[in-house]
Structures are given as structure tokens and as C-alpha cells.
């Protein structure tokens, strides 16, 4: 970018924006020059079987043809456009055992991006299970996803959404050390420079685990009965209440009030520790993702991202298009 016409005060700011946005970001904003990458597998389009990601039909002829990604011919035209940064195709939320088909052109991709000085973050769908496939390698799958208040499961898009696509519970233990196990092997074979979360949400779980966890929460508050009216908390039942309802109230109910503080922590807490163990497999490693902040300050998180976790952690904005 050149300034030698700007005047000082415009370059300062710029300067000082650009510092700003460095506390947040682990890139540098001022050379970073981003582009979208092709992040769905072609089993994704598939299944599917109608359009989706980018505009593009499920169904056509020449899906296939069109996903050959992992030549060299994209990272070498990003190259001479300018362009030196994108995510890319890793891991849509299938199970390893289907997704790690592709990971050969995964790889060879990398290393063409690599080879035309661009950077690389391995696309990880945080809000999907996909039952069908991956029942067959995680048999126990009923018990990693989330279920809504009438004891269905959640499915991602919400109730009319896709009904091959479960949404994770965050208390889940073995999806969230499944989900870093994706991470290791992007940053290590896979190669990649770091992470993006796709999706990053919190649909509403009702199961025995997370009942047991927000009673847990609860029976740290001190002096109950000045907040909840009563003294003991422990059979206090997770809020039942339409999503689209807490939209247009205001949240007075002290359990809801609590209720969306402890989701807060959940997805805050869960967020820290993805970052971690990312950093612990490599230092330098990129973490960012795609979420959906909240509303307003009385709304429970629907979907959330955490300050404390967004201080160390890349929000990749361009992002936020990629809901699939
Ligand atoms: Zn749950």
C-alpha cells in the first residue's frame, strides 16, 4: 500500500488501527491478503445433492472435475495476484476414517500453497456430526450430540435444518479430544499453518451430561437464596424455552441469567483449551474461526465467542460467508 499521499494524521491512524487489530490477530493485517479457499469435500456437495457452499449444485456432472483443488494451479495464480492466505478442505465432520481419503491431496495441496508463499489454515467444522458415516468408526456418536428440549437432536440450521447433520454437546469429553486430534494431525502431517473452526456455535443441549454440569455451576454460587429465591439448587432443571422466544424478552429469570452465564463458560473454556493444546503442537500455529457473537447482553448465547478467548484468537471475518 503506498501512503507518500496520505496525510499524517490518516497514516497514523491507520498505524494505529492496524496495532490494535495485532492484539487480536496473530497475522500481520497490513500483508495478510486473504482469499477463500475450497473447503468442502466432494462428499459434502454429494450428500447434499442440491446447492449449497459457494452457489454450487450437489448434483452437478462436474463437481468432481471442478474440485481438483489440490493441483498447483490455484496457489500459483494467488501467487501472482498478490494473494497469500486462505483455508482449505481438511475436516468437514464425517469421522477420520472417511475424511482421511482425501488428506493425500490435502497434503499436496498445502505444499503447493507453501511453494507459492501461501499461508494455509486446515478448515475444521466445529457444529456437525454426520451420524450416518460416522457411526460406523464412533459407535457411541448418540452420545456426542446435542439434544433440544423435546429430546430430539440438534441438527445444524436448527430444527428444519439438515437432518443428517447432529450438532456436538460442548460437554461432550470425546468430541472434544476428538476435535484436537484433528488438529494435531492438520498441523503436523497435514502441514498446515493453522486452524479455522467453521461454525463455531452452542445450540442449547438438554442432555443428562450437561443437566449435571449446570447444577454443578450452580452449587458454586454462594448465598442462593438472595438470587433463586431458594437455598437448595440441587434439581434446578435446565431452562426450557424456545430459542426464538429469548430473542424478543428481556432475561430477568435468575436461571436463565445463570443459564447463560454457564454457557458462556463452557464454550469460553472449551475454546481456551483447543488453543492451547493447538499451541502446544505448534507454537506459531493460527487458530481463528467463524462465530456468531451475541445479540445483546441479555440474550443467552446461542452462539458464542468468548472475549477472553477472542483476545488470543483470530476471527477470520471473511469467514463468517462460510456457513455450511
Ligand atoms: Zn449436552
Redesign the pocket.
Known sequence: MKTMNMKPFAVALLVSCAAQAAQFVEIDPLTTRWTFGAHEPYTMYRRVGNHCTGGIDGNAQWVKPWLDWWDEHAPEKMEELGLNFLHSRFYKGMGWEVEKKDFPGVQKFVRNCHKHGVKALAYVQFCTLYPEVMRAEIPDIDNWA??DFMGRKNLYGGYNGQYFRWAP????KEWEEYTKRMCTIALTDGGFDGIMFDNVFDMP???D??QKAFRAYLSKIKNPAERFGFDDLRYMLLPRLDMSRLRDMDVKDPVLQAWALWRCGLMNGLLMRLREHIKSVKADAIVSGNPTALARASLPPRRTWPSSARRSTSSSCSARTSRS
Open positions: 446435542s439434544i454437546c460442548l460437554t461432550c443441549c438438554y442432555c451430561r450437561c
